[in-house]
T-cell receptor, first 108, second 115 residues
C-alpha cells in the first residue's frame, strides 16, 4: 500500500460546482496533514493545513478522519482559477510524504 | 527577489555530461531540500540539508551529488545520468525541519532532459 494515496482524477467540473477529494494514508501514527496546490508548470504551494477539528478557509474545507486514515478537501463554488493539481501531504517525524496529486479542471 | 530561485530552468544534457543545478533561498530558512517530480508520480524526496548538514539521503544514485555551502545555497551536481533521470527537479526550503509546520517553499524547478 502506498504511504499516501490519492485518486489522480482528472476531475472535470463546471463553475460553481462543489467537488471533494480524498487522500488515504497508511501510517496510523502520522502527525500532521496538509494540502498543497500545484498549477500547471508551476511549483507546489501550501494551500492549507488540516487540523483534527477541521479547517475552513473561504471556499475550501479540509478535514481529517483519523479512524479511517484519510483526509478530505472540499471546494465549494468552484472557480476557473481553481484548476490545478491538489497534493495531499502527510508529515511523520519531520518527513513530508506527498501523494501523487489529484487533477482538477473547472470549465465554464 | 523571489523566495526560492532555481537555475537553470531548463537543461538538456547527454549521458556523459556533467552539469549542476543551483538553488538559492532568500527567506532566511535553515533547511533545504531536493525533490524529483516525474510525470504521474508523487514528489520524491532526494536530499535534505538542515543547518548545512545533510540529514537525509533517500537512496539516491551516486550520479546525483548534493552540495550545501551555506544555508542559502544548494546545488545538485549531475554526472553520467540516464534517460530515466529526466524529470522536474524542485528545490525547497523551510524554517526548520523538525517543527510542526508542513510549509515548504518551492522554487519553480529545473526541468531536466537526459538524451
Amino acid at each position: 500500500r502506498k504511504e499516501v494515496e490519492q485518486d489522480p482524477g482528472p476531475f472535470n467540473v463546471p463553475e460553481g460546482a462543489t467537488v471533494a477529494f480524498n487522500c488515504t494514508y497508511s501510517n496510523s501514527a502520522s502527525q500532521s496533514f496538509f494540502w498543497y496546490r500545484q498549477d500547471c508548470r508551476k511549483e507546489p504551494k501550501l494551500l492549507m493545513s488540516v487540523y483534527s477539528s477541521g479547517n475552513e478557509d473561504g471556499r475550501f474545507t479540509a478535514q481529517l478522519h483519523r479512524a479511517s486514515q484519510y483526509s478530505s478537501l472540499l471546494i465549494r463554488d468552484s472557480k476557473l482559477s481553481d484548476s490545478a493539481t491538489y497534493l495531499c501531504v502527510v508529515k511523520d517525524y519531520g518527513k513530508l510524504t506527498f501523494g501523487q496529486g489529484t487533477i482538477l479542471t473547472v470549465h465554464p | 527577489e523571489t523566495g526560492v530561485t532555481q537555475t537553470p530552468r531548463h537543461l538538456v544534457m547527454g549521458m556523459t555530461n556533467k552539469k549542476s543545478l543551483k538553488c538559492e533561498q532568500h527567506l532566511g530558512h535553515n533547511a533545504m531540500y531536493w525533490y524529483k517530480q516525474s510525470a504521474k508520480k508523487p514528489l520524491e524526496l532526494m536530499f535534505v540539508y538542515s543547518l548545512e548538514e545533510r540529514v537525509e539521503n533517500n537512496s539516491v544514485p551516486s550520479r546525483f551529488s548534493p552540495e550545501c555551502p551555506n544555508s542559502s545555497h544548494l546545488f545538485l551536481h549531475l554526472h553520467t545520468l540516464q534517460p530515466e533521470d529526466s524529470a522536474l527537479y524542485l528545490c525547497a526550503s523551510s524554517q526548520a525541519q523538525g517543527t510542526n509546520t508542513g510549509e515548504l517553499f518551492f522554487g519553480e524547478g529545473s526541468r531536466l532532459t537526459v538524451l
